[in-house]
């Protein structure tokens, strides 16, 4: 997770240079920054960001801003409910009511109950919690990249993360593209942990994004059929960026027992939720008294709702749907002609870009490059993988066919220019 992080040295101007010393003094090396030379972001409208000199640059990596910076909609939403009232869910009140009326309408009927956190870690350590009590296991099935958050429960499941962070012992690993979940349930078995759940993104987006609709279900029933759940983690995939309905497990054909979401539900504020079939809540509904002084409070569940208005009003998932499919089909031509750009892959707006060397192999020295003159362009991406060379692009929803020429101009610039 660490491929496009800047790693010190000059970055800019010293004005920006005394900004990054004070916030590393300040906040510690924990925080990371991205590119080699850090973006001072001070205002955002739409799909486009300001820089502090005003230099206007697109955003193809924003999935928290879902329906685009700064929208009038929910922008007034939110000061509408600051001014009246925030408190609290041990209070009564309609939006917290109404939200979830409208978040369970758009998820299978059997999906008919939803708890409520500030961030996806906290939800998919909830549904980690939940799980465990519904099946009497610990045993966790994961991608071999996953990232599903940085609770200590969540960052055990996390093996994207590196570094100092270990797998748990009761957690399993299996490829993203197969999703052969045989031996892991055997090996968890064996070793006592049982099967618990479960857990994938969707999109797979931190193991390079796969989008084959195919290899899901099948690892699903054979976890069910060993005791455990299945958690579809939807904070990335959710809120209609595949372009193919509201949730990413719906190209899949499956049902969850549990759907975490978090990032895009409140267009930047910090709300994340948990859904759950009714059945596989209750073990833990009924002994554990939960509580999230902020989740669910009146502001957050203006702000989410606001946001569904907007998905709703400006047709944003078929706009993912037809303005991906033109980003997709216009990376691909351009990579045609450039035998370092590999496979594009993804569906609605979130693509995955394959950079290699001459000799085909993964290169994340030149998706490393890629990304940083991008950057230069005043365009905004990332890179996941587990090797590092896959470009990740995701926009906000609100990306238009003008963004998708402007992408492509400067990345077909930029990969002329990679050596």
């Known amino acids: 997770m660490d491929s496009n992080s800047y ?24 925080y990371r920054l991205f590119y080699e030379r850090p973006v001072h972001l001070v205002r955002g409208q739409g799909s486009h960001l300001f820089d502090a000199d005003g230099a206007r640059y697109l955003d193809a990596y924003n999935n928290v801003v879902s329906v685009g910076h700064c929208h009038p909609h929910v922008v007034d939403a939110v000061t509408r409910q600051m001014q009246t009232l925030n408190t609290h869910t041990r209070y009564l009140h309609e939006g917290i009511v109404d939200y979830s009326r409208r978040l369970l309408a758009t998820m299978p009927s059997a999906v008919d109950q939803v708890m409520y956190a500030c961030t996806g870690s906290e939800a998919n350590d909830l549904a980690l919690r939940v799980a465990q009590m519904h099946s009497g296991a610990r045993g966790v099935i994961v991608t071999s990249d996953a990232y599903h958050g940085n609770t200590e429960a969540v960052t055990a499941i996390s093996p994207s993360l590196g570094g100092a962070t270990v797998v748990g012992p009761h957690v399993r690993t299996v490829s993203a593209q197969t999703l052969d979940v045989a031996a892991a349930i055997d090996d968890l078995q064996d070793s006592g942990h049982g099967v618990s759940c479960l857990i994938v993104d969707t999109i797979f987006a931190s193991d390079g994004i796969f989008p084959d609709p195919t290899v899901l279900a099948p690892a699903v029933e054979a976890v069910r059929a060993a005791g455990g759940v299945f958690i579809a983690d939807e904070v990335q995939p959710g809120f209609g960026r595949t372009g193919e309905g509201m949730w990413g497990f719906d190209r899949h054909g499956v049902v969850p027992d549990l759907v975490t979401m978090g990032k895009p539900m409140a267009n930047g504020l910090p709300v994340a939720a948990m859904a759950a079939r009714g059945h596989v809540l209750q073990t833990f509904a009924r002994g554990v008294p939960y509580f999230n002084t902020f989740g669910g409070n009146p502001v957050s569940m203006a702000a989410a709702a606001a946001v569904l208005d907007v998905i709703e009003d400006e047709n944003l998932i078929d706009n993912a749907a037809r303005v991906g499919t033109a980003l997709r089909d216009e990376i691909a031509r351009i990579g045609a002609d450039h035998p370092r750009i590999g496979e594009v892959r993804g569906c609605g707006l ?15 020295v030149g998706a490393h490059d890629l990304v940083n003159a991008m950057r230069d362009r005043h365009v905004l991406i990332s890179v996941c993988g587990s090797d590092g060379n896959v470009l990740k692009v995701r926009p906000p929803l609100v990306f238009a066919m003008s963004d998708v020429d402007w992408f492509c101009t400067e990345f077909a610039g930029a990969v002329a220019e990679l050596s």
């Open 350 to 364: 979130y693509v995955g870009v394959e950079i290699v060397t001459a000799q085909g192999a993964p290169d994340r």
């Open 7 to 30: 790693s010190g040295g000059p970055a800019t101007d010293p004005e920006t240079e005394s900004l990054i010393a004070d916030r590393t003094r300040m906040l510690g090396p924990a």
